[in-house]
């Protein structure tokens, strides 16, 4: 297909989701494969789920750390850190993804509205900032403790909490000219509402993945293929 121009006025915000990391091995949520099928949701990522059983989420975030401490960026990720840094701030990304591949790729204008797993928190949400933590957890004892003495938490917004960082969010979403929804089933809210918010403002609206999403009727194109297939290339600046 054509290049998708992009002007010296546009400005391009970007919302990803699992999909975007599936080429580099890390598997998605929904597919008959994927991270849910093995585990129910309200076992693994819910506030109750964390006060019932500890051990058994941070059991479930352990294995994404190790999981994600061995993949790399792929070329979907690496393409759109290259666009990036030629439109500068006319450049916004979103990530549902709770892991670091577009950073490693070299993205830096983002915000994981999900939490990030190289991060943990205190459980008590007693006001302390995150904390750095790559470390992958045999044992709930392991588990490291807040400057409070509570005993740190995934930094992860589960089921019921509010996702991070909305008011930049909606910012970004209302001076966007053009939306890029790249790898999202559009099954999780607010995130599945973004592209609408996008064409009230009247921007256009692009959606890359190998399927149709579930609000496949909000974009104004719709590219079927994988990130890392369609991305690089995918512009013309
Ligand atoms: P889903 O698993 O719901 O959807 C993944 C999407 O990626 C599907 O639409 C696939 O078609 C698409 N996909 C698969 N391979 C792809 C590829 N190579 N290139 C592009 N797209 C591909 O994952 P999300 O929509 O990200 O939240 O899920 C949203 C939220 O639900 C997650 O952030 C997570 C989850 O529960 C929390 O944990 C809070």
Same mark, same amino acid.
């Given at each position: 297909m054509a290049p998708? @121009?992009?002007s010296p006025t546009d400005r391009l915000f970007i919302l990803t989701g699992a999909g975007i990391s599936a080429e580099s091995g890390l598997p998605t949520f929904r597919a008959s494969d994927g991270l849910w099928a093995g585990h129910r949701i309200e076992d693994v990522c819910t506030p109750e789920a964390l006060d019932r059983n500890p051990a058994l989420v941070w059991q479930f975030y352990s294995e994404r750390r190790a999981s994600c401490h061995a993949a790399q @960026?792929? @070329?979907a990720h690496i393409a759109l850190a290259e666009l990036e840094s030629k439109l500068g701030d006319r450049f916004f990304l979103c990530t549902q993804n709770v892991d670091d591949l577009h950073e490693r790729a070299g993205s830096a204008r983002l915000v994981h509205m999900h939490g990030e797993l190289a991060k943990s928190r205190c459980s008590e949400e007693c006001g302390a900032a995150p904390v750095e933590d790559h470390a992958v957890y045999r044992t709930l004892d392991e588990v490291g403790r807040c400057v409070c003495g509570a005993r740190l938490? @995934?930094?992860?917004?589960?089921?019921?909490?509010?996702?991070l960082d909305m008011d930049r969010i909606q910012r970004e979403i209302a001076r966007c000219t053009m939306m890029l929804v790249v790898?999202?089933?559009g099954s999780v809210y607010p995130a599945a509402n973004f592209v609408h918010w996008a064409r009230q403002g009247g921007a256009r609206t692009i959606y890359i993945g190998p399927e149709p999403p579930l609000n496949t009727a909000a974009f104004t194109q719709v590219v079927e293929g994988n990130a890392g297939t369609v991305l690089p290339g995918l512009f013309q600046i």
């Open positions: 998708i @121009p992009i @960026p792929n @070329p938490r @995934p930094h992860i917004v589960f089921f019921g909490e509010i996702p790898g999202t089933s």
